[in-house]
């Protein structure tokens, strides 16, 4: 089950019950359903993942409908966590799903790189978002320093920072899935497999990609500190 991208600056910043929910409905639920309930005098194989899998995807619906916002990774996520019911009902090889973890993050990190080009690129939305930075007071500063052109090419660095976070989560999903999915799909075995991926994806692949974005951002921090000669808090909103 893939999980969900590294989250922004701007989703870092929501409260920390939401953390836990996420957390709950996500990984822990799911991966107990898969690993305790699969056995055929419980729910079965199938079923167990039918089960498992409603509970991501349902609380990712309810999210979206409360907060009213429809952003890519929130359907990303919903989506991987269907095709990965999907193919596990329809009893694919696993190799359909080491694909599908793998070309997620990967089509995302892609998206990163070819967004530099456009007039606001994807890292402006993952790290410098509106909701973060005061970009009207960022700007005047930059002007006055005469470092709006040199910054430009420190967010470009930071886009190849940010896009191999996704391009790392990639490789990292795609060799789990490949080292734990080695049952037969449909059986008891696969889908305690499937939790067993699902509770070792986030020590294995967020931790490792939260480190390259989280690098990201202190590194467009840092330049952002050394070109206008303020403190961060001066473009920092609220």
Do not use: C, H
């Not at 509970?55 to 989506?79: A, C, R, T």
């Not at 420190?154 to 940010?162: E, G, T």
């Amino acid at each position: 089950m893939t999980t969900n991208p590294p989250p922004s600056s701007e989703q870092a910043s929501e409260p920390k019950e939401n953390f836990f929910a996420n957390m709950a409905f996500n990984i822990i639920i799911p991966v107990v359903i898969m690993s305790y309930a699969s056995k055929p005098e419980y729910l079965g194989p199938l079923w167990s993942i039918a089960v498992a899998l409603a509970f991501p995807v349902g609380y990712g619906s309810y999210e979206l409908l409360q907060s009213k916002k429809w952003n890519m990774f929130s359907i990303l996520g919903i989506v991987s966590v269907l095709l990965t019911g999907t193919f596990s009902l329809l009893k694919l090889p696993a190799e359909y799903i080491a694909i599908k973890e793998a070309a997620i993050p990967g089509l995302i990190g892609i998206a990163v790189l070819v967004t530099r080009y456009m007039k606001k690129p994807l890292i402006k939305i993952l790290v410098l978002n509106d909701k973060i930075i005061n970009w009207d007071a960022l700007n005047t500063s930059l002007d006055k320093n005469n470092a709006a052109a040199a910054f430009e090419k420190k967010i470009d660095v930071s886009n190849y920072i940010v896009a191999s976070s996704f391009f790392l989560s990639s490789a990292l999903n795609y060799a789990l899935a490949k080292w734990i999915l080695v049952s037969e799909p449909g059986t008891t075995a696969y889908t305690e497999e499937l939790g067993r991926m699902t509770a070792l994806s986030y020590p294995v692949i967020v931790i490792p990609s939260m480190i390259l974005l989280m690098g990201a951002i202190f590194y467009l921090f840092n330049q952002m500190k050394k070109m206008t000669g303020e403190d961060i808090e001066t473009f920092m909103r609220g």
